[in-house]
């Protein structure tokens, strides 16, 4: 019969796996190959004998599930890491892994399988106690893994192989085969990437939690070493290992006390460490007590930049985002949840993306550099820290106001401005950030930063030298936040150029005008001595006008060196390597009119 049936399945151009073994040969080999025993777990009787399939579950249960559970589940939790690769959460792959990747279905068939074999329960709902998971939340996985799966359908139909990559060609289509429209704010592809994004995180949240609920069950003896050593703070809470965990009745005690949440939020700052499982499941539970009861206002705006003010705010910062509080307190940023830029440039999701932002610019805090004017110097005597944090995080939602123009820009500001009390300068200061948030980079990357021009429209945008320190910080991290690599030796130091020829702008209006002279007085100081004074005023006449202020004394001094050894040779190519801004650069000497660069290029 099963060879009979897998003939036709084969006939149909199905893959199909089979095998026939005894009841002993299926113990025998689940215990000696973990995923075959894992394959046990999820075996459903189709057709046969079921008084059979009765002994043979019995079996399993009795001699494979039930054994060896602690190290069974070790193994999944290393299995899962090797998956991941790199630790970075689920919206750091702009081209998921829809099956193996963080949020994938593997995380939610790891949790399944933890439930099997340490509750001995086939499904979620299965399980007693709404300690370890409600009906409510049972409901949203659900959810989230019919999205997943009507996801992974239609990738398969689209590229007629079995393939889980989103990769970035074919979101588009995937995008409108799920029947996804343009929106306001987003192109179709953004707005399913988003969903994604949101499902996957559910998906990984939810399985984290079930998992390491699995993995903490039934260990008296490491519970006994544990209450030993751990530290009580008061309020039910205390420092258990590495984590932050509550003692009390949690289910009940945080709709009682609706401060726990805040306590416990607090306490992770103190102590700079992190809750456990069970304790992060209840503040992403208990969410919405923080701003419904405790904060309105300026006390949102103290909370808030309490936070912004420490040295590590990003870490408190991602745990609020990863529980959903920081939604709660600050409705702006839940703008950039998930939100996606389907682009080549960006590599992240948009609050993935302020929050790499804030830990970069608080890394500089941390960092070796001596350098007066390098971003260290700038940002350790930098006033406006909280501020230029807090703008990262309206980064997204600024960007979005911004489509409606100046007023819109304005009215976002305002209605910030007016919520959470901000005081005048730091309004000004806030709407300047995200007014001209990009326009840095556009300078240095895409214009002659040696024009005058350039650095005195780039002045007036900047007025004061603390606005250009805070564009130059923000400028900085958002390059290093955007994607791996994107930030180079070359980019850092067109950076450092146009905030030094600013500065000095800013500083000596008349110094752009005296630019040709300097450099003029520095050539003829190089080639003292070398060669007459007639020759070099020769070359200068021959250049265009903006020579001499575009180009610096020893690149002139270099230009006269190489004509005068040119003489009957087709053309001379120097070359030099700069060290600190990690380019090559190639200079070609050669007559006019005879294309020696095509021919040197081919």
């Known amino acids: 019969f099963i060879q009979d049936v897998l003939s036709v399945l084969w006939g149909f151009g199905m893959e199909i796996g089979h095998s026939s073994r005894t009841i002993k040969d299926c113990i025998k080999l689940a215990n000696e190959d973990l995923t075959i025993k894992t394959s046990m777990i999820e075996t459903r ?15 399993i249960n009795k001699n494979v599930l039930q054994k060896g559970v602690k ?12 998956r991941y690769g790199d630790n970075e959460g689920v919206v750091c792959h702009p081209e998921p892994d829809i099956k193996n990747g963080p949020g994938g279905l593997r995380d939610y068939h790891n949790a399944l399988w933890a439930t099997a074999v340490r509750f001995g329960v086939n499904s979620f709902r299965e399980i007693e106690g709404a300690q370890v998971i409600s009906p409510q939340e049972i409901e949203s996985l659900y959810n989230s893994i019919d999205f997943t799966l009507r ?22 289509d995937l995008a409108a085969n799920l029947g996804y429209l343009a929106s306001f704010d987003g192109q179709p592809v953004e707005d399913f990437m988003r969903d994604y994004y949101l499902h996957a995180t559910n998906i990984y949240n939810f399985s984290e939690n079930l998992f390491e609920h699995c993995l903490q069950a039934k260990q008296p003896f490491m519970q006994v070493l544990t209450d030993l050593t751990k530290k009580s703070l008061g309020d039910g809470f205390c420092i258990s290992g590495s984590a932050l965990v509550y003692e009390g009745d ?3 005690d945080f709709k009682k006390d609706k401060s726990l949440v805040l306590k416990a939020l607090g306490l992770c700052r103190k102590y700079s460490i992190l809750p ?13 007590l923080v701003i419904a009861e405790h904060m309105k206002g300026e006390e949102v705006r103290n ?17 609020m985002h990863e529980t959903e509080i920081l939604e709660q307190v600050l409705p702006e940023f839940g703008l950039a949840h998930c939100k996606v830029n389907h682009d080549f440039y960006h590599h992240f999701t948009a609050d993935e993306h302020s929050l790499r932002i804030i830990r970069f610019l608080e890394e500089l805090e941390a960092s070796t550099l001596t350098n007066p004017t390098d971003l260290v110097f700038l940002y350790e005597e930098f006033s406006h820290k909280k501020t230029i944090k807090f703008a990262a995080l309206l980064q997204s939602a600024g960007t979005l106001s911004d489509m409606d123009g100046e007023s819109g820009l304005k009215g976002f500001i305002n209605f910030i401005s007016e919520r959470l009390y901000l005081q005048t300068e730091e309004k000004e200061f806030l709407e300047f950030l995200i007014k001209n948030i990009y326009e840095m980079i556009e300078t240095a990357l895409y214009q002659d930063i040696h024009q005058p021009t350039v650095i005195q429209k780039f002045a007036k945008t900047v007025v004061t030298d603390e606005r250009l320190a805070a564009l130059y910080l923000f400028s900085f991290a958002e390059l290093r936040a955007v994607a791996p690599g994107t930030l180079t030796a070359w980019k850092k130091l067109l950076l450092s150029e146009l905030y030094e020829r600013t500065l ?22 190089a080639l003292h001595g070398e060669l007459p004074v007639a020759d070099i005023e020769s070359h200068l006449r021959l250049m265009p006008e903006d020579y001499l202020m575009t180009a610096y004394s ?29 380019f090559h650069n190639l200079t070609l000497s050669c007559v006019s009119g005879q294309e020696s660069f095509k021919k040197l290029v081919g």
Not at 45 to 59: A, E, P, V, W
Not at 151 to 172: P, W
Request: hydrophobic share 30%; glycine share 4%; aromatic share 10%.
């Open 504 to 525: 000095k702008y800013l500083h000596d209006p008349e110094s752009l005008d005296k630019y040709p002279q300097v450099t003029r007085a520095g050539v003829f100081k």
């Open 303 to 319: 909370f808030l930049y309490s936070i912004l003010g420490d040295g590590d705010s990003h870490k408190t910062l991602r745990l």
């Open 554 to 582: 020893e690149e002139v001094a270099l230009h006269i060196r190489l004509i005068r050894s040119l003489k009957d040779k087709p053309f001379i190519l120097h070359h030099e390597f700069n060290e600190e801004g990690k």
């Open 71 to 82: 190290k069974f589940l070790n193994s999944k939790l290393k299995e899962k890491y090797t």
């Open 45 to 59: 009787f189709l057709m046969g004998d079921q008084t059979l399939y009765g002994r043979f579950t019995n079996s």
């Open 250 to 252: 949690q289910k009940n």
């Open 276 to 288: 456990d499982y069970q304790l992060r499941r209840q503040l992403r539970l208990h969410k919405k």
């Open 151 to 172: 996801v992974r359908n239609e990738l398969h139909y689209l590229t007629e192989k079995k393939t889980d990559v989103l990769s970035r060609e074919i979101q588009k």
